[in-house]
């Protein structure tokens, strides 16, 4: 993937300003959304300078304009997932040419109404990562478990379900 000319000095230059920070408030952030119902389920949601819309399928109520709350909770993830895989990449000279990352998760529908107990939380999610690239396997490994580590996103999400990452190099299924 093409990159900006001195990504890499991007990345270092953020890790060095984190490890001189002093004060604990420089080090911490801070993601807001602030979300508005504009329709039967249609919502808005208001992202820094963005807009988002969000919506459901016609045949639960909603006008099918835009993804659902947890389709943007799976997009999250991987677009998470991927922020920190180029990082990491840069840091390591990890050049490749494709990267794409599969996100699903599991849960039960009845939980959403407390039907038989069922809770509405995700009971599993799995995290595919797909990496082409003429670089080493271990190299893409190693760029993939700092970036699952260092994701927020991933580091949240394995503290409340299991989660399975799967990771696949030029279309071969590696083990991490």
Not at 30 to 54: H, I, M, N, P, W
Not at 105 to 116: E, P, S
Not at 128 to 151: W, Y
Request: aromatic share 6%; hydrophobic share 35%.
């Amino acid at each position: 993937m093409e990159q900006t000319t001195n990504f890499r000095g991007i990345v270092e230059d953020m890790i060095r300003k984190l490890g001189e920070a002093t004060e604990p408030g420089q080090t911490l952030g801070t993601s807001r959304a602030d979300v508005r119902l504009v329709g039967q389920q249609y919502q808005e949601a208001k992202v820094g300078k963005f807009t988002l819309g969000c919506d459901e399928p016609v045949p639960v109520g909603g006008t099918d304009k835009a993804a659902t709350p947890l389709e943007f909770f799976m997009s999250a993830v991987g677009f998470c997932e991927n922020v920190m895989f180029t990082r990491h990449a840069a840091l390591l000279n990890l050049q490749f040419d494709s990267l794409e990352t599969s996100v699903r998760g599991h849960w039960d529908r009845r939980g959403q109404y407390g039907i038989g107990g069922a809770e509405p939380s995700f009971k599993d999610v799995t995290v595919e990562t797909k990496v082409a690239t003429k670089d080493s396997v271990e190299k893409v490994v190693e760029v993939t478990r700092r970036a699952h580590k260092g994701c927020p996103m991933h580091a949240t999400i394995v503290k409340a379900m299991k989660v399975t990452d799967k990771l696949f190099v030029n279309g071969k299924e590696i083990p991490l």
